[in-house]
């Protein structure tokens, strides 16, 4: 049993891929999911369902099936403090618990992990066990057009300067221009909007691209940024060019699911090369 | 006719009042209004009417009254060069104009200030002559409160890292997390989605304020920030506690009466200094 891999399970068709993946190796998946936010799917694996702030309890769990590895995968909205209803576990950590959660998402997150380590587990990425469900590097879909290199360039400096404040993935940009900035709302959302400013006509040039990566400094082991259909959907519908993504550092469901798709769309789909 | 500005009028009302100011100080105001754009108000005032790329047009209504100083004033849109309807002056000057449309809008404004620079005029700043129009220091309603003095610093610093792009000049924090950024779609919009967030339940932590500051580096004679009424109506539907503007650098049509908004609404309004 020592080959089994714990997987804390968000929402979203994630914690299924992951939990194939594991057994596909022939390892054994054990599920924790998060009621409430994962999807009833995990229950075709072993599984167990905990609230968000029963720790004690998915620590017991853990232990008791001598799991080392543990994997944080799925979609996970902030919790607020007050919605965490702790079990006794959980309240003898509060200290900790109250530290991570001010500040952003990824302080938080980081938190977790250290939480989770100073437990003696192992905290693994998605890509220890299935690195398939990462953007892979080059031109995934159409070819990426030279002609918007600077754009790119210009993007990722964005992106990586303003990890320095935990706030969003992802930007679009447009001939030298920062269009719009993802922060709490998520990438469909900013996606939406850069549809509707073309709608009222505050957004007229043609082109632009999304460009998603993780933080900089991001722990690949919790929070990667995703992409998925709807991405490639708002991103149709927001006339933009095409998509370039964090090579192994952005998540993706269907990697050739999503390459069909935005080729369908006429979209580019780009994996840079994540500089050291 | 030496003691004369020419306001070159974009939308809202500030051009109105900028005349008026010109006119308190036993000035002459001559008001160009950029058709489609500017108040028919203007019309009270000595003025005449041109496209948006009548710039040859400009320059000799400017030159025949003998103007040697030129503001800019009231909102516009960012063009896109094929709105431009050039005229011969703006024909011949078709090099600069592509120069300075590429990029973000203030270095499209920077190479506005240089065309007029270029043809002898001395382009001014509404502070020049209405500094009443801008945001005053220190609290303009209620008392900045001491517990937000980390949030603002944390976003003044933002917003300074941002203006390296040329992007927003606005955002909403709330205990050390960017919430919103403001890019294209401008501050209303922006708090607009903060209100929504609540809605949905994306954004539940109490409290958060709204920061507004120049660009670090901006020339204060073209598109300083402004806020108004809608904006602090927009602040008390997104729930914040409270905006916070650079002093001098943030546009007010009507200090007093935001003042007073702002009180009836709870919200604190503070002016912070600048660092040089």
Redesign the interface.
Known sequence: MSEAVALVCGGGAFPIVAARAVQARGEHAFLLGLRGIASAEIEQFPHVWLGIGQLGRAFDEIFSRDIKRVCFIGGL?RP?FTDLRLDWGGIKRIPDIVKFL????DHALKGVIKLFESEGLEVVGVDSFAPELLAAQGDMAGTFPADLADDLA?ARK?LS??S?????QAVVVA???????????GTD?MLA?VAH?REI?????KGGLLVKAPKRGQDPRVDLPAIGPDTLRNAETAALRGVAVAAGGVLMLDRAGLAAQAARAGLFLHGFAETP
């Open positions: 909205k607020e001010k500040g952003g998402d210009f964005f300067d303003l320095a404040y935990d706030c969003g001939h030298g221009r920062v269009i719009a900035v993802e922060a709490v709302e959302a909007r400013l006509g505050r957004f007229r040039a």
